[in-house]
């Protein structure tokens, strides 16, 4: 990639796809709540979410699969809205991968190329091509029960891909690989997106695989978008309790807001506690409004003396320890009886670690290192 | 020793129920007919010994059923009858099992119990059944006559049809639990990646849906197919004089003309033309068994 380009930002830019209030129910189930977004071309863009949370209802009507109750889904500026399975630009990467056992790996990538009546020269060139690009060229001939699961994967990616779809769907692709298979596997799918330059729509509950991959993540939950963002925006800035809660570890600090003269910066009067927290905050709170502060385990230090000059400095003891490796997390219990988490690398060996149960500490953070929230 | 123990179980079993009297039909069908009883010779003389006993038996009989060509036709008209079934039963039973497999699953127990619930009543009543509703009076003929599509009664019963419309019926859950089976196992997102492809239904049908249910098809034919040649009951309650069954004609040499060594002869040719499609569904269940592993 020469620069990375945010389409998102730009007015000018015309979506790929585009979900314009859109609604889906089940009987009276309501899958997607009167939804609308828009992707652009040559993102990779993840649905996140619970299960239930109707990712996969969105991905089933990009697919044809499903029809929306109301509203339009546009691709390429065009309703798809009554348009098959068969006949759309679109192809999917299935959960079970769904290849088809009774045909070989080149037979599997080469099906959906028979169906567009192309000479046989062509779809031969094209599924060789495919079989370089997800390096399967040597099991060719082998039916897919013959082949281990994160091959089956590549041929599902392969197959899907064989067509040169304007758009690629995978539906939880690496849910059945093992943590470090799955891993690399991302990498490559992240380097077959680029190199293809197709728009990957990716699904998943999985969220670290959703920061890992995607160029824009969308949190959704009960049929409704509830933030749409960078993974770092998303990480950073969560704009709610929830996304801040399903992404990653945090602390969330519920209290009560005031403004101080300066702008942006508030206290928080919290559970018992005499001293307020200091945050800043570029949304506006009303003294007295409650409000939610989320702050990240690893932006809280953890020091054996109260540290100087930190806006936010707390005390308690040592409840628990996580031991992760590279990086350690303790629970820490304050006075008041709320528990924080926080986090530090293990620079040295663990038996030169510094704190251990029981022990008093001082927990410390700056007014900027949490997000202010009121919801 | 257990494991031998285990092992021997089914082969004495075999053994007992199967090869012990295969081979006493073999030897009748090498004897010749008497007025004895048991109506064969000879009998096995302990005073004669082994080599005389053998040296009075002989193919005689098999050389008698290639000299009258009411064997051959008998058996030709068997497999006829056999083979034309089972495609009827293919194609009745085929679209049965999918409604089957892709009705909603708090149905399926209950259509599950419509195929099987024939096998609660006497497969005699079901055919006398039949009887009732082909013949003449029947109540097929009443109602034909009533809507007023037939001006007289159709001679249905004692036909050649009455025979295939036993047999399909009869053999019919034959067919669709095989069948039902292997389409319920199949994965039905492989349809909608068929789709997705480019494949209209009926394509994603002919290339997925039909190639994924061979092993099923396969089953259900030969257990359809092995009992319909020998069929007795059924040609003989249903059937006319015009219908030549193999089974029927086993009946009438063992109790119509008493001649058990040309009945044993018909059994041991019959099974002979068994074993064929035998062999070849035990290596199709063999090798569905080895794909599943």
New interface residues.
Partial sequence: MTEVTAPWEDPDQKPLIRFENVTKKFGDFVAIDNLTLDIFEREFFALLGPSGCGKTTMMRML???ENATSGRIELGGKDIGSV???KRA???M???Y?L???LSVWENIA??LK??SRDKQAIAARVEEMLRLTRLSKFAKRKP?QISGGQRQRVALA??LA?APKLLLLDEPLGALDKKLRQDTQFELMDIQEKTGTTFVIVTHDQEEAMTVASRVAVMDEGKLIQVATPDRIYENPGSVYVADFIGDVNIIEGQARPLEEDGQFEIMWKGAHDPLHAASTRTFGAGQTCYLAIRPEKVAITAEKPTAADNAVQGKVLDIAYLGNLSTYHVELHNGVIIKAQSANTRRIARRSFTWEDQVWLSWTSTAGVLLDK | MRKFFLIAVPYLWLLALFLIPFVIVVKISLSDVAVARPPYLPQFDWADGIRVFLSELDFENFVFLTSDDLYWKAYLSSLTIALVSTVLTLMIGYPIAYGMARAPGEWRPTLMMLVILPFWTSFLIRVYAWMGILSQEGLLNQFLLWLGVISEPLQILNTNIAVYIGIVYTYLPFMVLPVYAALDRM?T??I?????????RL?AFW??TL??S?NGIIAGSFLVFIPALGEFVIPSLLGGSGTLMIGKVLWEEFFSNRDWPVASAVAVVLLLILIIPIVLFQRNQQKQAE?EQ
């Fill in positions: 697919a044809g699969f098959p399975p068969n679109v192809n999917m299935f959960q079970s769904a088809f056992p009774h099906f959906g169906r567009e029960h197959r899907s067509k | 994965d997102s492989l909608e990646a068929a789709e997705d492809l480019g494949c209209s394509t290339l997925v190639p994924l061979r794909a």
